[in-house]
């Protein structure tokens, strides 16, 4: 008896902080903002940084979706011309599915 009056308080607070800690659709923008100018090689302060970070969140918010699952969310980016890219968001970590 003493096991499960210690364990649904344990999954009350892991439930808790999975919720809490759900990431935003602006934090994945960000993730894969920084993605994209660790894949290409740009350096911070360079000319093209400037335009990524100028330009890039208004575009990959119109090429990616959210779907909030409350404790995770599912985030889908569609670029063109390639297959649809599914990352699992849990605990501020983005995980590709």
């Given at each position: 008896?003493?096991?499960?009056?210690?364990?649904?308080?344990?999954?009350?607070?892991?439930?808790?902080?999975?919720?809490?800690?759900?990431?935003?659709?602006?934090?994945?923008?960000?993730?894969?903002?920084?993605?994209?100018?660790?894949?290409?090689?740009?350096?911070?302060?360079?000319?093209?940084?400037?335009?990524?970070?100028f330009?890039?969140?208004?575009?990959?918010?119109?090429?990616?979706?959210?779907?909030?699952?409350?404790?995770?969310s599912?985030?889908?980016?569609?670029?063109?011309?390639?297959?649809?890219?599914?990352?699992?968001?849990?605990?501020?970590?983005?995980?590709?599915?």
């Amino acid at each position: 008896m003493k096991r499960v009056a210690i364990i649904w308080p344990v999954v009350g607070l892991l439930l808790v902080a999975l919720y809490g800690l759900n990431p935003p659709k602006p934090v994945f923008d960000r993730f894969i903002l920084a993605h994209v100018k660790e894949q290409q090689h740009i350096r911070k302060g360079e000319f093209a940084d400037q335009l990524y970070s100028f330009l890039g969140p208004a575009l990959i918010d119109q090429l990616s979706r959210r779907k909030n699952c409350y404790f995770f969310s599912l985030y889908v980016l569609d670029l063109p011309g390639q297959p649809a890219r599914r990352f699992l968001g849990i605990l501020h970590i983005f995980i590709p599915v």
